[in-house]
């Protein structure tokens, strides 16, 4: 195949790509969050007696790590 036709092919398959994805740049941005599923009274206090009585690091981490996971998701909602 001689280089002006690939080339030319090249340039015809962008312009195909840009125009078909170009199509998708009208319709507005939908967020999808996660859902945050509140810990009743109890469940916080025997958690918070579970971690106090931990000596695990990994555990300490894990809980930090997922209410880190739970902020980012109630922020996300908000800015829905």
């Known amino acids: ?3 002006s036709a690939v080339f ?3 340039v015809l398959a962008f312009g195909f790509n840009a125009l078909a ?3 998708c740049a009208d319709k507005p941005e939908q967020r999808v969050c996660p859902l945050v599923v509140p810990w009743s009274a109890a469940d916080q206090l025997a958690l918070a007696a579970d971690l106090k009585a931990s000596k695990s690091p990994l555990i300490h981490r894990a809980v930090q790590e997922d209410a880190g996971y ?3 998701a109630r922020l996300c909602q908000e800015t829905r």
């Open 21 to 23: 994805l170009g199509g």
């Open 8 to 10: 030319t092919i090249g």
């Open 70 to 72: 739970r902020e980012w």
């Open 1 to 3: 195949m001689r280089r």
